[in-house]
């Protein structure tokens, strides 16, 4: 296995001897199990595919998003905090899981962080943003986006949309 140096703040610092010590291990098992879920994570084939959940599509390799075939321009944190939404659809992410995935560890307590980019998230693809029917909030836990059964709430009734079926696919939008 190859081996890598890595330097820590020193709030990082502090926060994984925390982290080690409540779980009673050692801070080089901390590092080495958080690096192994981004590798993972960054590795996941779901993550590369293109993710097409009612009029949203989101294409992670060119960093593209499109609401109803319309390119929506993201920042680069919108874009990894929408991908990281996207792939876990249906699925209840909480503060601290969303803040550690996209900021990273040391922000896991930055909340206003996360709700600023909800925000800029809701205003740009919800069609309502103060009603979201994409970006959902869970309350006193976090937010996840909506699952691709679920669209008999988002698409308008009688609407006959392709994506409504929330597929995933292998080619370009």
């Known amino acids: 296995m190859p081996s890598v140096t890595v330097v820590l703040s020193t709030s990082l610092d502090a926060l994984l001897k925390q982290t080690a010590a409540s779980r ?4 080089e098992s901390v590092v080495n199990t958080a690096v192994s ?13 293109i993710i097409q959940i009612g009029n949203i599509g989101l294409e992670p390799e060119r960093r593209l998003v499109l609401k109803n075939a319309v390119l929506v321009r993201l920042t680069p944190t919108e874009f990894d905090l929408l991908h990281y939404l996207m792939v876990h659809a249906g699925l209840p992410m909480s503060h601290a899981r969303l803040l550690g995935a996209v900021w990273g560890v040391e922000y896991k307590s930055e909340l206003e962080y996360l709700r600023t980019y909800i925000r800029q998230l809701r205003k740009k693809l919800e069609d309502n943003p103060a009603e979201p029917k994409y970006l959902l909030t ?3 836990y976090g937010y996840r986006f909506v699952d691709a059964t679920d669209f008999s709430e988002v698409l308008s009734p009688g609407e006959d949309h392709p994506s409504a079926l929330g597929i995933f696919i292998d080619r370009p939008l």
Do not use: K, N
């Open 24 to 27: 009673g291990r050692s801070i």
């Open 138 to 140: 869970e309350p006193h």
């Open 37 to 49: 879920q981004y590798l993972a994570w960054r590795d996941y084939p779901g993550s590369r595919s």
